[in-house]
């Protein structure tokens, strides 16, 4: 916003939340959010702000395209997330629409010449590294819960209040978490994920006993989030990061979390690859060769690589097959992926046309010419 800016000169505005409390912390600045007090929808749209639409009272900036809120209350009317009645007036203040946030970390405004707005004790909060509810109403919303997880997992030098781990206790003794639809978990399981730190998530989850109940199915232990954690330490993307999450979680989870196809493909494909590769150790190792597996060198046979790569659909799915070698790197270690690709390549350079002429149609043989020429070229 400048001091020129005619959409918002006069207009008591604020930003709120995540950019203040990121400024604080001297992270990098993101998006920002600004609270509009004292007006309502007519005097938006007299400034050229456009209504975004849906439950709450938001408005785009008719240059910047930044989300305008203006002050609001809302006042629990039903069960679960939705359940709530918003006002939005003239008559809502600044602190009222502070007061209806989840965290304190994420109840302090700023002024337009800097000056910060903080009744609820956010600042010190900041400070002290601490995650806070704002009051009561906490165990209003099980979003909540999924959110304060999540920046956990994001602050994770943050500890959480005590006060606070009781309230999502309540919130999920009362059913209230039961609420929560698929899209919604997904929404803030994808964004904790993508932490630096994703493990953290879960264990708050599961402290008060959440997991259970909002990813049925999944299995959470040592060896998944020590996968997990090397898979945000090596930045792998969200698909692979969800497919460590899932190695050894129930199919049913897959319909709770409703991930997208690409982090639903990989958690399907990622147990199957680390099969593959545990038997190839297993053969390698009884076969009693000193250094019969050194990394990158696939124990086995040129059977069983080809049969990995066919059942990923790797000839077709190469960069799939990719993400997936460095998701079972993080398990295991010794995966190779360079090599793997090497062999790849080599399969997917074999002319698949010149056999089929070569065999003159035959369906078969053009079948077992083809997998020979495969294996020859893997075993060379």
């Given at each position: 916003m400048?001091?020129?800016?005619p959409?918002v000169?006069g207009?008591?505005v604020y930003i709120?939340?995540g950019a203040v409390?990121?400024?604080?912390?001297?992270?990098?600045?993101?998006?920002?959010?600004?609270?509009?007090v004292?007006?309502?929808?007519?005097?938006?749209a007299a400034?050229?702000?456009?209504?975004?639409g849906?439950?709450?009272p938001?408005?785009?900036?008719?240059r910047?395209?930044e989300?305008?809120a203006l002050a609001?209350t809302?006042?629990?009317?039903?069960?679960?997330?939705?359940?709530f009645v918003?006002h939005?007036?003239?008559d809502?203040?600044?602190?009222?629409?502070?007061r209806?946030r989840?965290l304190?970390?994420?109840a302090?405004?700023?002024?337009?010449?800097g000056?910060l707005?903080?009744?609820?004790g956010?600042v010190a909060?900041v400070?002290?590294?601490?995650?806070?509810?704002?009051g009561p109403?906490?165990?209003?919303d099980p979003?909540?819960l999924?959110r304060?997880?999540?920046?956990?997992?994001r602050?994770h030098?943050f500890?959480?209040?005590?006060?606070?781990?009781?309230l999502?206790?309540a919130l999920?003794?009362?059913g209230e978490?039961?609420?929560?639809v698929?899209e919604?978990v997904?929404q803030?399981?994808?964004?904790?994920?993508?932490?630096?730190?994703p493990?953290?998530?879960?264990?708050?989850?599961?402290?008060?006993?959440a997991?259970?109940?909002?990813?049925?199915?999944l299995?959470w232990h040592a060896?998944?989030?020590?996968?997990?954690?090397?898979?945000a330490?090596?930045?792998l993307?969200?698909?692979q990061?969800?497919?460590?999450?899932c190695?050894?979680?129930?199919?049913?989870?897959?319909?709770r979390l409703?991930?997208?196809?690409?982090?639903?493909?990989l958690?399907?494909?990622l147990?199957?690859v680390l099969?593959?590769?545990?038997?190839?150790?297993g053969?390698?190792?009884?076969?009693?060769?000193?250094?019969a597996?050194p990394?990158g060198?696939?124990?086995?046979?040129?059977a069983?690589?080809?049969?990995?790569?066919?059942?990923?659909?790797?000839?077709?799915r190469?960069e799939?097959f990719?993400a997936?070698?460095?998701?079972?790197?993080?398990?295991?270690g010794?995966v190779?992926?360079a090599a793997?690709m090497?062999?790849l390549d080599?399969?997917?350079?074999?002319?698949a046309g010149?056999i089929?002429?070569?065999?003159g149609g035959?369906?078969?043989?053009i079948r077992?010419?083809?997998r020979?020429?495969?294996?020859?070229v893997l075993?060379?």
């Open positions: 400048t001091a020129h800016d959409a000169e207009l008591e709120v939340g409390r990121d400024a604080l912390l001297n992270l990098p600045a993101g998006d920002r959010d600004w609270v509009v004292g007006a309502g929808p007519e005097i938006m400034r050229g702000f456009t209504p975004v849906g439950d709450f938001v408005f785009l900036h008719p910047t395209h989300e305008y609001r809302e006042r629990k009317s039903g069960r679960g997330y939705r359940g918003f939005a007036g003239p809502v203040s600044l602190a009222d629409d502070l209806r989840d304190t970390v994420n302090i405004a700023r002024a337009p010449d000056t707005i903080d009744p609820l956010g909060d400070q002290a590294r601490v995650l806070r509810h704002v109403a906490f165990v209003e979003v909540r999924l304060l997880a999540r920046f956990a997992a602050f030098d500890s959480i209040a005590p006060e606070t781990l009781d999502c206790r999920v003794r009362d978490v039961d609420a929560l698929p919604r997904w803030e399981f994808a964004k904790g994920l993508m932490t630096a730190h493990g953290r998530m879960l264990d708050v989850l599961a402290e008060c006993g997991l259970d109940r909002v990813a049925p199915g299995a060896a998944v989030a020590d996968g997990l954690a090397q898979g330490a090596r930045g993307d969200l698909a990061r969800y497919a460590l999450l190695r050894a979680s129930a199919p049913e989870l897959q319909e409703r991930a997208p196809s690409a982090c639903r493909d958690a399907r494909l147990p199957g099969e593959h590769l545990a038997g190839m150790a053969v390698a190792a009884a076969s009693g060769v000193p250094g597996s990394p060198a696939a124990p086995g046979d040129p069983a690589w080809l049969a990995l790569l066919e059942s990923c659909d790797a000839l077709r190469p799939r990719e997936l070698l460095a998701a079972a790197d993080c398990v295991r010794d190779g992926p793997w090497r062999r080599a399969v997917r350079a074999v002319d010149a089929a002429r070569a065999a035959d369906a078969a043989r077992d010419d083809l020979a020429a495969r294996l020859r075993t060379a």
